[in-house]
């Protein structure tokens, strides 16, 4: 039709490959024999060969509340609800949960040979996990959430957990049945005050709701009854206009400092630093114990003894002498009981480093040397002082009372030397209100640091700049100056 020719393919005799007998049989026989053997083989690995060398059963484990890890012999499996393969034989299955009593079973298990790996032998099992103490839960979820508070906003590539909704939904309906709904609502006071991120504030919402609904999914009645005791805590907090400015996302924060309810409420706020500036300050005598000064320092509601200057290495040399598990060398096994950080003891290479100052110390080192320090206090001084008086690290207030009113010519280094550890929990928002039992209960990862160091601007230290650490941290920024005052004057 178009022109082209079909072109006759010719076979010549040569290209023929005939397939020849063997051993006598004829292809057409061994052919069929060879065909079948590979049918039967591929079967039996399809059918029989899964079951014989890998028996055993697949196990849907469900549990309440829902978030288990599940062990089988102790190695982790899954969190339930999941599906797994349990191997054929004795087992012990163990549904652990935080704040609940973990759950064990025997498992029997047993297989199916015969097309196992199309037509596995299937099981079910639910699990019901209960705590002994019913806020157990929910405390071990909210101190989660205050170490989770200090990650910072989350990131495409690093989330951060609902650890605070998640226990209040595991554990609220098992709490309240037992009558502990105010300890619940008092945890969510503590818990507020860490609340600095727009992630942590959701997680905070979240678990208001979990709060009065039990655990359950929110009706529109305990939905209500949320927003009302968030408001009425609102109302309550002078202070609550700053800290939502702080956690709202920008959009949100911008639109509330332009509110009128912002500006007039934080125009009425006083920060405890505020009221401790107030107060007047005297400055004592001099006293000294072992290779440290201190200098009196008294106000209407505080009488303590500071160090003049930041603890120096000469001062910690004495301090290792005596206990050389704290010496530089030691510093892998202090790391490995968890006390000091890699840096420990690092001297940084820097001119603006202050001269003499030891470097690189963590909060349990400075405690540790304030302990040793303790023995040096002369009994003539102890007998004239009290039995209470004691070296330590100051609180966060001891700290600013001398800072705010009292210059580098009598503490030095107080501004942009190094931070100072201070012997006081960080709580970002001190200011908002919580039952005192139950801050207590909740506590937090890190300590306060106060003082700037070499590093910083100095235009943006003073002396109510606040930062904070976990106490293993051993940073060539971070010393610290003890206190000799009575011990039951912490924060």
Known sequence: MFGFTKKKIEIRPEDAVPLKPIFGIEPGKYLVALYSLAIVVLLFFLLLYPGLTKGGSQYTIQTEPAGAAIRIDDLYQGTSPCTIFVPEGNHTLTAVLPGFTPVKQTLSVGNRIFGSLFFPLKSKLFLDLKAADPLKPVLEGAKAYTAWTFAGEPSATYQIPLA??????????????????DELKGLLAASARFAGTSVALRDLSRAQFFVHSAGLAPSSLSTLSALQEALAYINENLSASQWLAAALPSAASQLLTGSEWYKKTASRVSNQFELLKKEPAQ????????????????????HFYMAEQEVTQKAWDAFVAEHPEWAKDKRDTLIAQGLVGPEYLEMPENSSYPPGVVPGISYYAAKAFCAWLDTKVPQSLRSAKGSAFHIRLPTEAEWYIVASHFTDNTFSNMLGGLWEWCDTPFVPFPELKAPLPYQQWLGSPEFAVKGGSWANNSQTIQAETRASLPPDSSSPFVGFRPVLAIEDSHE
């Open 164 to 181: 605070l909704s998640e226990a209040m939904y595991r554990g609220a309906f098992q709490a309240v049945k037992s009558g502990h709904i």
């Open 283 to 302: 400055l004592g005598g001099r006293i000294s114990v072992g290779p440290i000064q201190f200098r009196e320092i008294s106000t209407g509601r505080a």
